[in-house]
């Protein structure tokens, strides 16, 4: 690369780089619409639960707390990935974005089994235009987080075999601001789906 | 056999067959040409697999000319079947059918690629820059658009047209009412190409928000890349809507779920709500680069700077502001409280405001102007008195009350008409012919350019015209006949009439063309209209890093008073060639859409299995270009040079 600024973090040491990372706080932007319009769509469908069941009658505490507790710790360690990314720890970078993932797939395995359970209490996305809706705005979260699975892996892989430069860097940086990003989806999605619901 | 039957047309006609022998014969008639010359290989270096932005857009107007002549003979079909009281050209299901592909066509691919066009073909060039932010992105971009366009067109011979209009309003376009796979194609075409947009907004914000040239503040851009960047500010933030509605229209016709149902909780308002929310602002994201065009042109042709620079860019920022607040107005009678209809009538009427203060601009711009009246000023003259006609038409439709007369008659498509036509379409084809020349290294015939703008306007006119008059006297949209003791009869052969004319114009377009390539002189430099900013200060053909160095900007019309021996006279001067970094070339993109493409159509028909590989084929294609080491390549020093001194020196 032509000119490389080194005052700077790895991830912003290239124009290249620092055009990734703003294209990437756009491309936020946009999901911000994306899940603003699915979170407005849910509250207004929240109470047009026809012959099915309402939120209250449905939403359990349990499965949900694990969701919220794995998936805010996942936040943080990916914050520590990068806090190690920053002091040149390959190592640690590669864990903690493993603790990440690993934290991501057990909030992926439960939501898993919340969507069996829904489906087999009567609560299936067809049943009415309140499941429909419910299920579209978790089902998006989600596959945003299955995504991110594969996504990980990936940048994984290529810090182990490339080590840390201004690429890899990079493209674990942008894949932490996703991360984060994700988990203030779920913050909305526990307190204006679940909690609102349950109460 | 049985799995067969699903491909074939519901309603076939004898003009669907001749349709589709055209359209077989067609793509034999390109395959055999391309292998006679010998052209594959050509066509995948040079073209399927470029980063280049001048290339790709390119490509995007070449589809978007294409579009514009499929809508076209759709407008024509439609005309003619209204020309006489109880024509029987078209039954029902084939108008219905037709206005619907007419609105998609014109709308999302004929105008929306045209601006792209214009997007990629002029940012970079206008901020002094080498390319897009994200070249292989806008490929991508590029592709994901054709794909989702391809997937449409193809509607209409295998499964069958969507007919539900271009708003497929539910519950009209559920299962229930639209049984053909008409509306799967709808919705899934719309979220393929609508990715593409919005990926080619995350890459043009970027692109200008950090890739202009030093010293170019925002407030010294060119007037088209303003009204670019909040075009593309509008696209990031309106598409994720419509994102959510397809997808949601897309599970109530494939899954069964019940959100724009009418049982069990559905909400077909709730659909109407989200296509608006996304389809108000798309209009702006129509004319707002047109405006840009017009900004460019009118001060060429004046002689004169752009009046009100300020002005103009505050006007375009309060119009994307208020995009997002009036998405009720299409909708006044569908059941809203008088409250709601009240406060939407009062933001639709405030647009007005910005947008006469653009008006005015323009006309204080012409004031005292050396007046030029080329082509495209002709168009920029016939555009200022007709679409002010189609805004105050609208103003009379954002009064919620009178709207109540007015909804879902021919009034309103004639309004409609009338600011897309001579706002969008003129725009684009001032645009075209003003750079033309930069483009393809000849200028189009003036006499024939402004021939096709008088004809194309009196064709105008005569078409829609009348129908503001129908309309008031009760025609309805859609319908697609009418009783001759109704009296409509005159007036919509007038309009049928009127659109020959503008087919006539359209051709004589074509004809320009081919005139214009064969006699046209090649001998006519850089910047043949004596024009103002920076893209004219590029050789043509431009080379493909774009500027050798980077032009060093001290005020807006750079180019102009470096001409001129104003600020900016040493515009290019005293800077060494450096070597530059480029892009690759990639065929990733095409391939990954060619999935896409695959993924889409098994999905209209319902084909899971098949539809499942094609998405596994698109992640492979995100995961090769995840693992990929690419670094570009580097145009040396002495190879610019040499293309520099082979283009006449630049480097001045």
Known sequence: MAHVDTSKPLEYQTEEGRLKILGFWIFLGAEIMLFATLFTCYFVMEGRTGNGPTGAEIFEIGPVLIETFVLLTSSFTIGLAIHAMRLGAKKATINFMIVTLLLGAVFLGVEIYEFYHYAHIGAGITVSGFTSTLLTTLGTHGLHVTFGLFWGTAIILQIAKRGLNNVTANKAFIFSLYWHFLDVVWIFIFSFIYLKGML | MEFFERFAIPHPSFLIYVAMASMIIGAIVIVAGITYLKKWGYLWREWITTVDHKKIGIMYLIVALLMLFRGGIDAVMLRYQLAMPENTF???????????????????????????????????????????????????????????????????????????????????????????????????????????????????????????????????????????????????FAFPVLTVALAMGTLDRLAGTQFFTTDNGGMDMLWANLFWVWGHPEVYILILPAFGLFSEIIPVFARRNLYGYTSMVWSMIIISVFSFGVWTHHFFTMGQGALTNSVFSITTMAIAVPTGVKIFNWLFTLYKGKIEMTTPMLYSMLFIPLFTLGGVTGVMLAMSAADYQYHNSMFLVAHFHNVIIPGVVYAMLAGLTFYWPKLFGFMLNEKIGKATAWIMSIGFVLSFIPMYITGLDGQPRRGYTYSEASGYGTLNMVAFIGAMIMSVSFLMLVYNIYYSFRNSPRDIGDDPWDARSLEWATNTPIPEYNFAVLPQIKSREAFWDHKYGGKDKDLFAGQKIERIHMPNKSGVPFIMNVFFFVLGFCLVFSMYIPAIIAFVGVLACMAHRSFEDDHGFYFEVEEIEEIEREKRGAIK
């Open chain 2, 90 to 236: 078209l039954d029902s299901q084939h108008y219905n059918e037709v206005f619907t592909t007419h609105g998609i066509v014109m709308i999302l691919f004929m105008a929306m690629p045209f601006i792209i066009f214009f997007f990629n073909f002029l940012v970079p060039l206008q901020i002094g820059a080498r390319d897009v932010a994200f070249p292989r992105l806008n490929s991508l971009s590029f592709w994901l658009f054709f794909m989702g366009m391809g997937l449409f067109n193809i509607s209409f011979v295998i499964g069958g047209s969507p007919d539900a209009g271009w708003t497929s309003y539910f519950p009209l376009a559920g299962n229930e009412f639209s049984t053909s796979v008409g509306t799967n194609y709808y919705m899934i075409s719309l979220q393929i190409a609508g990715l593409g947009t919005l990926m080619t907004g995350i890459n043009f914000m970027t692109t200008i928000f950090r890739m202009r040239a030093p010293g170019m503040t925002l407030m010294r851009m060119p007037m088209f890349t303003w009204s670019a960047l909040i075009a593309n500010v509008i696209i990031v």
